[in-house]
């Protein structure tokens, strides 16, 4: 019988089967963030242990720093700094590579892990956040781990896994104008549930999957954690080789030529069985926005809030402070978000811009942008793009996850309606009694011009 993309990697990095269904596994890449990695660093250390493999570790500075312009070392989050020069000093007595503060390469560690080359097809990849499933979009295995996991596969480039199960969701069909993967992603939350893939690795396949460029498919793999799952892959192509190929960690020369032969093989055959399947009909997916306190709370954009008396749909309509039936269009807002490893990359930003360019935020509208890496920054600059946004009246910010998440940080108000390019809503994600509408960039850009959650098609592209 044939095998899945999923089994071909897990069968090529199995070092020993531990029985119960587990097995001993190779892990090729580590990535590390301030948030967590400075501690398991000190904690290796402290217990007189080394890193296995120094040249196969990342770190970076993402969650918890300032993403105010002339930032520094300088945080919002109490005792914020401490965890970044915790992080520095354990990254330069390992040896391994950082990404700091100030160098060009930094950002969120999903963003930049791809277009450094850092993960590549075929390879196991783990960091201790749940979005690393992101990266199964250029055909990798990873996945998130806890912190004690994280230096157990520093001291031995190894850890004891729970073979998943496999599910294939197969979207048919093309994506109508303006639908995008974000949408895709808030669509199978919608239908199936946030459980819908609980313990299990999805392929996403089909033709819609095959049309999506390489930014688009790391959107919809970024969102799988939202649906349970363990991880996330797409079979790479040609379109995942170009973006690979002058990447800085990527093969060169005749190593490129030799990893791309057999990246190529990365297929699910023909006859491989999964465990679960799932088919979508790309047509009846619509432009989405979430209503309620859990991703899987999404309708499209023309939708209503939907019935329901059990205690979690009350729940979510009290927090939302939405009435079952409500239009979603026309809710007034009080900000707007472009940023996280969901939606901040190139591609997000020149759409949003597209929707913003020649028009201004509505007043008393709060409207931020923080680019998802230096290099995504320093792109979008060379085109402009900061000025348009910066000219339509959002805030211009330096890279990391900024008001994703509320850890004691920066945050929205209580109560404050934000239309969000980020992956969830659930309460006070975003600042103690922030009611957050997850939305694809263009919707949150034509929100911040109309102030209120707006459809982009009914707003006339600039060109």
């Known amino acids: 019988m044939g095998r899945t993309i999923f089994e071909k990697i897990w069968d090529a990095h199995r070092v020993e089967s531990l029985g119960e269904a587990s097995d001993l596994i190779l892990i090729d890449r580590i990535l590390l963030h301030e948030r967590t990695g400075g501690i398991a660093l000190k904690s290796l250390a402290e217990a007189g242990r080394s890193i296995m493999a120094p040249r196969q570790v990342f770190a ?16 919002i989050m109490p005792t914020g700094r401490d965890f970044i020069v915790t992080t520095r000093e354990a990254s330069l007595a390992a040896g391994i590579t950082l990404f700091d503060l100030g160098d060009p390469r930094q950002g969120i560690v999903h963003v930049i892990s791809p277009e450094q080359g850092i993960i590549l097809p075929g390879l196991s990849l783990v960091c201790p956040d749940s979005h690393t499933c992101s990266q199964g979009a250029l055909g990798g295995l990873a996945w998130g781990i806890g912190s004690s996991e994280a230096e157990h596969a520093l001291a031995t480039g190894t850890l ?34 946030s459980a819908g ?28 954690t939202e649906f349970s799952a363990f991880t996330a892959i797409i079979a790479p192509d040609e379109k995942v080789f170009a973006y690979l190929r002058d990447a800085p960690f990527s093969p060169k020369g005749k190593a490129w030529d030799a990893a791309v032969s057999c990246w190529r093989a990365l297929t699910s055959d023909a006859d491989a069985s999964f465990d679960a399947e799932l ?92 680019p998802g890496s230096g290099q995504v920054k320093a792109s979008a600059e060379a085109e402009g793009i900061d000025r348009i946004f910066i000219d339509a009246g959002f805030e211009w910010r330096e890279p990391g996850c900024s008001m994703c998440f509320f850890a004691g940080g920066e945050h929205f108000g209580a109560q404050e309606r ?39 098609s009914q707003l006339e592209t600039q060109s």
């Open 60 to 75: 970076t500075m993402d969650h918890v720093v300032d993403t105010l312009p002339g930032r520094g070392d300088r945080t």
């Open 160 to 193: 004891r896994v729970k073979r998943p199960k496999t599910m294939r969701v197969t979207v048919n069909g093309v994506l109508r104008l303006g639908v995008t993967p974000k949408d895709l992603a808030l669509h199978l939350l919608a239908r199936f549930g």
């Open 197 to 224: 893939a609980k313990g299990h690795v999805v392929e996403y396949a089909g033709e819609a999957v095959r049309a999506l460029d390489v930014e688009g498919r790391l959107t919809l793999c970024n969102m799988a």
């Open 279 to 370: 088919n979508i009909d790309a047509a009846d997916v619509a432009p989405m926005i979430s209503w309620g306190n859990s991703p899987q709370h999404s309708v499209p954009l023309i939708g209503h809030v939907p019935p329901g008396s059990d205690e979690a749909s009350v729940r979510a309509r009290e927090y939302i402070g939405l009435d079952e039936g409500a239009a979603m269009l026309g809710q007034p807002i009080d900000a707007a978000f472009i940023g996280s490893c969901t939606n901040s990359r190139l591609s997000d930003l020149r759409r949003a811009a597209a929707i913003l360019k020649g028009r201004h935020v509505a007043p008393g509208i709060r409207a931020i942008c923080v």
């Open 418 to 456: 934000v239309v969000t390019s980020t992956n969830r809503n659930f309460e006070s994600r975003q600042g103690p009694g922030t009611r957050s509408h997850l939305a694809s960039p263009e919707t949150v850009a034509a929100s911040a011009i109309a102030g209120c959650i707006a459809d982009p």
